[in-house]
């Protein structure tokens, strides 16, 4: 069993920077792949990047390239979502997920097994 906690989430003011974490405990004997997801009200969730096990590649949903990075700590089983440039429409519950499967659509919610609890992130125009 694999457990996400995700932190990091709050108020900020668009335009202004905020970074996410999402650290993994429990049976992560094997490489995993890792997530941000994020739901805004009356919407569904959607991907908002990823990251292989050994972090040399990266994916992101054109929303926010050139916007957000997407990182990890393999020491400490962390990923880090640094978020920049904020937008009044990045507002959501932003979400941590885990799978040990390789990306066949690293976009699906099909594709991972394990989520976080959420962090919620609210920018203001």
């Known amino acids: 069993q694999v457990r996400l906690t995700e932190s990091g989430g709050g108020s900020r003011q668009a335009g202004g920077s905020l970074r996410l974490s999402c650290q993994s405990s429990?049976?992560?004997?094997?490489?995993?792949?890792m997530a941000w997801f994020r739901q805004a009200p009356g919407k569904e969730r959607e991907a908002v990047a990823t990251?292989?096990?050994?972090?040399?590649?990266?994916y992101y949903a054109d929303s926010v390239k050139g916007r957000f990075t997407i990182s990890r700590d393999k020491t400490e089983n962390t990923i880090f979502l640094q978020m920049n440039s904020l937008k009044p429409e990045d507002t959501a519950m932003y979400y941590c997920?885990?799978?040990?499967?390789?990306?066949?659509?690293?976009?699906?919610?099909?594709?991972?097994?394990?989520w976080g609890q959420g962090t919620q992130v609210t920018f203001s125009s």
């Open positions: 990251i292989s096990p050994g972090g040399t590649i990266t």
């Open positions: 997920a885990a799978d040990f499967r390789c990306w066949q659509n690293w976009q699906s919610n099909n594709g991972y097994k394990y």
């Open positions: 429990g049976d992560i004997g094997g490489s995993i792949y």
